[in-house]
C-alpha cells in the first residue's frame, strides 16, 4: 500500500507537470483538489487516464471521479480493490 | 495623439531583454531548462507555468517581465496580438505521439491551439479585452502594425500588446511591444525590423 | 499616417461544402428537407466502437474536384477550400486582382499530414501560401487560428482591414478536417456525444464533431456585388474571458462584453436583433454560459438557434460556416429552428428556436466562444440592391 502510493505520487507529478514538486511534499490526506494541490479539471481527466492505463479501471463517468480523487488515500485504495493490472 | 512602441521585451538566445536593458542571460541551449532557469530568476511564483506548452512558456515569460517592468499599471483595455510561424508545434507533435501509442493526454491535448497563449496571458494580467492569434510565414511588421493602429483608431483598445512568438524545439525568438498613446519609439516597419 | 475611415464593410456572399451538400444551395435545401450531416460513423482508426460525426465523402470529393482547372497535388482540405471557393473566385474574378486579401481561418489545418510524419505540409502559413497561388491573389495570406472563433473572428478581421485602408476586398475562407488529433482530445476529454450532439438540450452530453470548407467574399464596393441580398458588417468585438482555458466562464462574461461592444459600434439596442446564430456547442457549460451572456445583453426574448446539431462542431470553419447558412437563409427572412433540441436544458428561460419560422429580418447577431477563453460577437444588417 505504501509503494502504490509513492508510485502514485510519481506518476501523478509526471503526468500533471507538477515540477515544482517532490512525492514527499504530497501527503496521503492532502486535498488534491480546491484548497490543496489545487489541481482543476483537466486534471482530473489525467487522473482518470492514470486509473485506465496503468491500473485497467476505466471510469466512465467522470463525476464519480470526485470521492476517488479525493486525497491519494481514497486514490490507492480505491485502486486496490479494483486493479485489473 | 500618435500611437508609438513605449516598451518592448525579447527573448532570444539565451538572453531576456527588456528596452534595450538586458535582464537575465543563460548558455542553456535547452529551451524546456532555459525557461524554468527563467522562470525562477525573475521569481514568477506561478505554478501553472509548469503545466503550459512551451508557446505558452514563452509568451506568458516575455509579457510577464514587460508588464512587471512597467512603471505605469498595464491599461485593462490592452489588445493582445500574437504571431507565429510554427503555431504551437511541439505540443503538437506530443498529442499526435501519444495518440499513435494508444493514449491522447488532456493536459496536452488543451494546449494543442496557439491562442491558448493568449488565454493564459489574459488570465494571469485579468485581461478581458480584444485577442487574436495570426499566422505567417515570417515575422511580419505591416500586418502588426496595421492591426494595431486599427484597434486604437476604431477605439477598440487603448493600447496593444504585439508581437511574434515563435518557438520549434530549441529555436525560439519572442519579440513583445507595448504600443500605447504615447511619445516613444515610431510604429514604422524598420524599427520593428532593428529590434526583432 | 492613417486616417479612420469607418466605411462600411459588406458580407456580398458565400459558399461552402460539408457533408450536407457540395454547394451552400443543397445545404439549404437538404436542412429544408431535415436532413443531417451527421452520420454513426464506423472507423477502427478512430475507434473501436462507431461514434456519431459529420465527414465527407472524400470518393466524391476527389471526383468533384477532379472537375476543376487544377494541375498541381493537393491535400484533403485543399481540395475542399478550392472546391468551396471555386463559384466566389469566378464571380469575383476582377476584384480578386484588386487590393484583395485572403485570411484562411482553420484551428489544425493539414494536421494529418502530422500521421505521415510530414511537417512541411503541417504548417499553416504553406497552405495559405498554396491557396492564395491557386486562386492568384497576390497580397500576402493571413492565417487566423483562434480556437473555436476563427470562423467568425475572420469576418470582422477582414472588415477592420477594408476599413484601415489597407484593402478594398477579402476572401474569407475557414476549414478544418475531422482528424483523429481533434477526435482523440476530445475523447480524452470525455465531450463527445454519444448521440448527435443536441445544444440547448435537458439531455445533451457533448459535441459531435464535423469537418467543413466555408467562403465568403467580404468588400467595400457595393456596386461589385452580384447578389441582390447583402449584409452590412455593423458591429464586431472579440473579448477573452480571461477565466480558464478550457471552460467558458459561469458568468459568460467575455461573450457579453463582446456583444456589448458590437451593439454599442452599430449603435443599436438589443430589441432590433431578430435572431441568434450561436454557438450552441452541446457540452453542458457551453451552451449555458451563452445562456446567462444572452441573458445579461437583453436577448432573451430572441429566437436562438445552434447549427450544430446538423453539420456537427467543424471548428475553424464553424463561425463561418453558421454565418454563410445563417444569412442565406435570412435572404428569405427565415429562422431555422435549433436541430435536435427538445426540452430545455438551461438554468435560464431562453428562446431556442423550435422550427422554421418566417419573420422580416434586419439585424442578425452571430456568436462563437472557444478554447482560450475566446469569444466573438458579429452584428449584420440586410441590405437589398
Known amino acids: 500500500m505504501e509503494n502504490l502510493k509513492k508510485e502514485l505520487k510519481e506518476k501523478i507529478i509526471e503526468a500533471l507537470n507538477l515540477e515544482d514538486l517532490t512525492p514527499e511534499d504530497i501527503k496521503d490526506d492532502e486535498l488534491l483538489f480546491g484548497e490543496g494541490l489545487e489541481l482543476d479539471s483537466i486534471d482530473a481527466l489525467e487522473l482518470i487516464i492514470i486509473l485506465d492505463k496503468d491500473y485497467g479501471i476505466k471510469l466512465d463517468d467522470p463525476k464519480k471521479g470526485k470521492k476517488i480523487f479525493e486525497s491519494i488515500e481514497t486514490m490507492a485504495n480505491y485502486i486496490n480493490e479494483n486493479r485489473s493490472k | 495623439m500618435k500611437s508609438e512602441i513605449t516598451h518592448y521585451c525579447q527573448i532570444k538566445n539565451g538572453k531576456v ?143 496593444v500588446l504585439a508581437g511574434w512568438v515563435e518557438i520549434a524545439e530549441n529555436d525560439y525568438n519572442a519579440l513583445l511591444f507595448l504600443v500605447e498613446k504615447k511619445k516613444g519609439i515610431a510604429l514604422k516597419k524598420e524599427n520593428l525590423l532593428n529590434l526583432i | ?93 476582377n476584384a480578386l486582382k484588386d487590393k484583395c486579401g485572403l485570411i484562411i481561418s482553420s484551428t489544425k489545418g493539414n494536421i494529418t499530414a502530422l500521421e505521415n510524419e510530414d511537417i512541411s505540409a503541417y504548417f499553416l502559413s504553406n497552405l495559405a501560401q498554396k491557396i492564395g497561388k491557386a486562386l492568384k491573389i497576390k497580397s500576402q495570406p493571413i492565417v487566423l487560428s483562434n480556437a473555436c472563433v476563427s470562423g467568425i473572428m475572420a469576418i470582422s478581421v477582414a472588415k477592420r482591414l477594408i476599413q484601415s485602408g489597407a484593402y478594398n476586398h477579402f476572401i474569407v475562407i475557414g476549414a478544418d478536417l475531422f482528424s483523429k488529433f481533434v477526435f482523440s482530445g476530445f475523447q480524452s476529454f470525455q465531450a463527445i456525444s454519444k448521440k448527435p450532439c443536441k445544444p440547448y438540450d435537458k439531455s445533451r452530453d457533448g459535441i459531435t464533431l464535423g469537418e467543413a470548407a466555408a467562403v465568403a467574399f467580404i468588400t467595400k464596393d457595393k456596386e461589385k456585388i452580384k447578389n441582390k441580398t447583402y449584409f452590412e458588417i455593423i458591429g464586431d468585438s472579440s473579448i477573452n474571458d480571461a477565466n480558464h482555458i478550457s471552460g467558458p466562464s459561469r458568468t459568460g462574461e467575455g461573450l457579453f462584453q ?55 462542431h467543424t471548428l475553424g470553419a464553424a463561425g463561418l460556416l453558421e454565418t454563410v447558412i445563417t444569412l442565406k437563409f435570412a435572404e428569405e427572412n427565415l429562422i431555422p429552428p435549433s436541430f435536435n433540441y427538445e426540452k430545455h436544458g438551461l438554468t435560464l428561460p431562453l428562446n431556442i428556436s423550435s422550427t422554421f419560422q418566417e419573420k422580416e429580418m434586419d439585424i442578425i447577431l452571430k456568436t462563437a466562444s472557444g478554447f482560450g477563453g475566446s469569444n466573438t460577437a458579429v452584428l449584420f444588417k440586410k441590405h437589398h440592391s
Open chain 3, 1 to 93: 499616417m492613417n486616417t479612420i475611415k469607418s466605411e462600411a464593410v459588406f458580407f456580398a456572399e458565400g459558399e461552402c461544402i460539408t457533408p450536407l451538400g457540395w454547394t451552400l444551395q443543397k445545404n439549404i435545401e437538404n436542412l429544408k428537407a431535415d436532413k443531417s450531416a451527421i452520420t454513426e460513423v464506423k472507423d477502427k482508426n478512430f475507434a473501436e466502437n462507431p461514434f456519431y460525426g459529420a465527414v465527407l465523402n472524400k470518393e466524391k470529393l476527389n471526383q468533384k474536384f477532379e472537375n476543376l482547372a487544377y494541375q498541381e497535388e493537393f491535400s484533403t482540405l485543399e481540395k475542399m477550400i478550392l472546391l468551396a471557393s471555386e463559384n466566389i473566385k469566378n464571380t469575383y474574378e
Open chain 2, 17 to 159: 531583454i527588456f528596452d534595450e536593458n538586458l535582464l537575465y542571460e543563460d548558455k542553456e541551449v535547452d529551451f524546456q531548462k532555459f525557461i524554468k532557469n527563467a522562470y525562477q530568476f525573475f521569481e514568477l511564483d506561478y505554478r501553472k507555468f509548469y503545466k503550459m506548452d512551451p508557446l505558452c512558456k514563452l509568451a506568458v515569460m516575455n509579457s510577464s517581465v514587460l508588464i512587471a517592468n512597467l512603471t505605469e499599471k498595464l491599461d485593462p483595455k490592452t489588445a493582445l496580438l500574437l504571431t507565429n510561424k510554427s503555431a504551437c508545434v511541439d505540443i503538437d507533435l506530443k498529442h499526435q505521439k501519444s495518440i499513435t501509442e494508444g493514449f491522447a493526454r488532456p493536459a496536452d491535448f488543451v494546449y494543442t491551439l496557439p491562442n491558448i497563449s493568449l488565454g493564459e496571458i489574459s488570465i494571469k494580467n485579468k485581461l478581458r479585452s480584444e485577442n487574436s492569434f495570426f499566422i505567417f510565414e515570417t515575422f511580419n511588421p505591416e500586418f502588426l502594425i496595421t492591426y494595431t493602429q486599427q484597434l486604437i483608431q476604431t477605439k477598440k483598445a487603448n493600447a
Open chain 3, 258 to 312: 463582446s456583444i456589448e461592444n458590437a451593439k454599442k459600434e452599430a449603435d443599436i439596442s438589443a430589441e432590433k436583433v431578430a435572431c441568434i446564430s450561436s454557438h450552441g456547442t452541446a457540452t453542458l457549460y457551453n451552451d449555458e454560459m451563452e445562456a446567462q451572456a444572452f441573458t445579461r445583453a437583453k436577448l432573451q426574448e430572441k429566437p436562438v438557434f445552434s447549427l450544430k446539431g446538423r453539420f456537427g
